[in-house]
């Protein structure tokens, strides 16, 4: 990843968190020279500093991870961005451009068996149903729909070896350009402008 000095986040914890928020990531594989990417649930394991995922068993990145060495891979997560107008700017010959937040996981992928692919599953659907007042588990689906679950996918687990966090929010800016940036964003009403317009805020208290 292209990662000027002022854009690394050197900061583990908060781009954990940004994972954790956004888990729906990109996974990046690469075999005989082909590039395949697919959008995957990932589940990361803060002890273990472990990122497990699943997919269908038809996906072709299965046959890229399932080998006897475990493959390097790429997953991708974005956090909060949003375009931005040269209008909002108190300087004048500007161009527009796009503040946003990204990190990138590498790691190697290996393949796990149906138990480590049930935990899996157990613990992604505990982290996302941690945030109803009536959880749904696991453990209220029928031996047999689980059964034909676990036949049509496939749970992987990747070692991180990597972590990069690249966050642009206008840092190359003056502060009444920044300023200026934050209002535009929150004329606009969208959840993704006032997602930008709050980061960029806290950098300048």
């Known amino acids: 990843m292209y990662l000027p000095q002022q854009y690394n986040i050197q900061d583990i914890e908060k781009a954990i968190t940004l994972i954790e928020e956004n888990s729906f990531g990109d996974l990046v594989t690469i075999h005989d020279g082909n ?42 997560f974005t956090g909060a961005h949003a375009y931005i107008s040269p209008q909002w700017y108190e300087s004048e010959n500007v161009v527009p451009t796009w503040n946003f937040q990204t990190v990138q996981v590498r790691g190697l992928a290996k393949t796990v068996d149906d138990n480590g692919l049930i935990k899996i599953l157990n613990n992604l659907t505990a982290f996302h149903e941690s945030k109803f007042d009536t959880p749904w588990s696991m453990d209220k689906v029928n031996p047999d729909k689980l059964q034909h679950m676990l036949n049509m996918i496939a749970g992987f687990k990747i070692d991180i070896t990597e972590i990069k966090f690249k966050e642009k929010m206008s840092q190359n800016r003056n502060e009444k350009d920044r300023l200026g940036v934050i209002k535009g964003l929150r004329r606009q009403g969208s959840q993704g402008a006032e997602n930008v317009a709050g980061i960029m805020n806290q950098k300048i208290k």
Request: aromatic share 12%.
């Open 35 to 76: 590039l395949c990417s697919n959008k995957v649930p990932f589940f990361y394991h803060k002890k273990e500093n472990v990122l497990y995922g699943h997919f269908g068993k038809t996906n072709p990145q299965l046959a890229q991870i399932q080998q006897d060495e475990p493959k390097e891979v790429l997953a991708i």
